[in-house]
T-cell receptor
Framework: DQQVKQNSPSLSVQEGRISILNCDYTNSMFDYFLWYKKYPAEGPTFLISISSIKDKNEDGRFTVFLNKSAKHLSLHIVPSQPGDSAVYFCAASPIQGAQKLVFGQGTRLTINP | DAGVIQSPRHEVTEMGQEVTLRCKPI?????LFWYRQTMMRGLELLIY????????DSGMPEDRFSAKMPNASFSTLKIQPSEPRDSAVYFC?????????????FGSGTQLSVL
């Protein structure tokens, strides 16, 4: 059973516009959430995280929103740039640490010039 | 820092053969993780070690899979015998400490193809 779901395998956005990547989770024990970014032939790299005590965390062009009641989080990228083209993984953990991270399937984001 | 180093980058083998994947974590990191990436399930945790000791291997799919960490700078993931359904990208990752702001650092992965 997939506890963390990214229902959109791919997303295409025009350069300069907003990219919104979505993630749903089923385990109410999750209280720490992360986004990882992966380029081809490379391993995933950490992008941004949020604790369940917050509903928003911002880092430059990247903002993560958390809706605990809906068990939903989203990653907003504004403005989108060609270098943002990558696969984005959502991950969740019942504790604030790496040992119990559960990842989603990933969403391939393509930014068109 | 060279980051997490995995070898080989690509492995093509025939069904029934033994496959060994290797990982060198970042120096000073005390936790090491093996993940498998597939299209259907994304990144799945297979096993992780703290201070060279296996902590949770509940993600290891079958007894055909085994992992060792003989010292703080080396780990292996072995599949014996391999099957076509094992074809995937296998990632090794390491981290330091626990708790606030702990992050995983991934290697570049091993692309395994079992024919």
């Amino acid at each position: 059973d997939q506890q963390v779901k990214q229902n959109s395998p791919s997303l295409s956005v025009q350069e300069g516009r907003i990219s919104i990547l979505n993630c749903d989770y089923t385990n109410s024990m999750f209280d720490y959430f992360l986004w990882y970014k992966k380029y081809p032939a490379e391993g995933p790299t950490f992008l941004i995280s949020i604790s369940s005590i917050k509903d928003k965390n911002e880092d430059g062009r990247f903002t993560v929103f958390l809706n605990k009641s809906a068990k939903h989080l989203s990653l907003h990228i504004v403005p989108s740039q060609p270098g943002d083209s990558a696969v984005y993984f959502c991950a969740a953990s019942p504790i604030q640490g790496a040992q119990k991270l559960v990842f989603g399937q990933g969403t391939r984001l393509t930014i068109n010039p | 820092d060279a980051g997490v180093i995995q070898s080989p980058r690509h492995e093509v083998t025939e069904m029934g053969q033994e496959v060994t994947l290797r990982c060198k974590p970042i120096s000073g990191h005390n936790s090491l993780f093996w993940y498998r990436q597939t299209m259907m399930r994304g990144l799945e945790l297979l096993i992780y070690f703290n201070n060279n000791v296996p902590i949770d291997d509940s993600g290891m799919p079958e007894d055909r899979f085994s992992a060792k960490m003989p010292n703080a700078s080396f780990s292996t993931l072995k599949i014996q015998p391999s099957e076509p359904r094992d074809s995937a990208v296998y990632f090794c990752a390491s981290s330091v400490g626990q708790g606030l702001n702990e992050k995983l650092f991934f290697g570049s992965g091993t692309q395994l193809s079992v024919l």
